[in-house]
Nanobody, 116 residues
Framework: QVQVVESGGGLVQAGGSLRLSCAAS????????MAWYRQAPGKERELVAI????????YYVDSVKGRFTISRDNAKNSIFLQMNNLKPEDTGVYYC?????????WGQGTRVTVSS
């Protein structure tokens, strides 16, 4: 089973950028589709982006298309989320996990705060 630790969050002004990282454990990492999720204050957790084991990013939620890029390094058991042109509505706690939200183990997440 994959376990994850997220990092890279912080406080940034609108229009700024952040790069989130996720270190994953587990021998099956390179064969699993991975994802980034986020939970805004007072809202349910939502799927942000998915990347397949073959490094193809195959899903982005509409609100981040053209601004966020998901990537992975299978040799380092890591996934990343490059976030550009950040908006206040991107504020929340970001989590990485497998692409199956019903079964993925959750880490502590990393908090992103975008000020206007």
């Amino acid at each position: 089973q994959v376990q994850v630790v997220e990092s890279g969050g912080g406080l940034v002004q609108a229009g700024g950028s952040l790069r989130l990282s996720c270190a994953a454990s587990g021998s099956l990492f390179s064969s699993i589709a991975m994802a980034w999720y986020r939970q805004a204050p007072g809202k349910e957790r939502e799927l942000v982006a998915i990347i397949t084991p073959s490094l193809i990013a195959n899903y982005y939620v509409d609100s981040v298309k053209g601004r966020f890029t998901i990537s992975r390094d299978n040799a380092k058991n890591s996934i990343f989320l490059q976030m550009n042109n950040l908006k206040p509505e991107d504020t929340g706690v970001y989590y990485c996990g497998t692409a199956n939200a019903r079964t993925t183990p959750w880490g502590q997440g990393t908090r992103v705060t975008v000020s206007s």
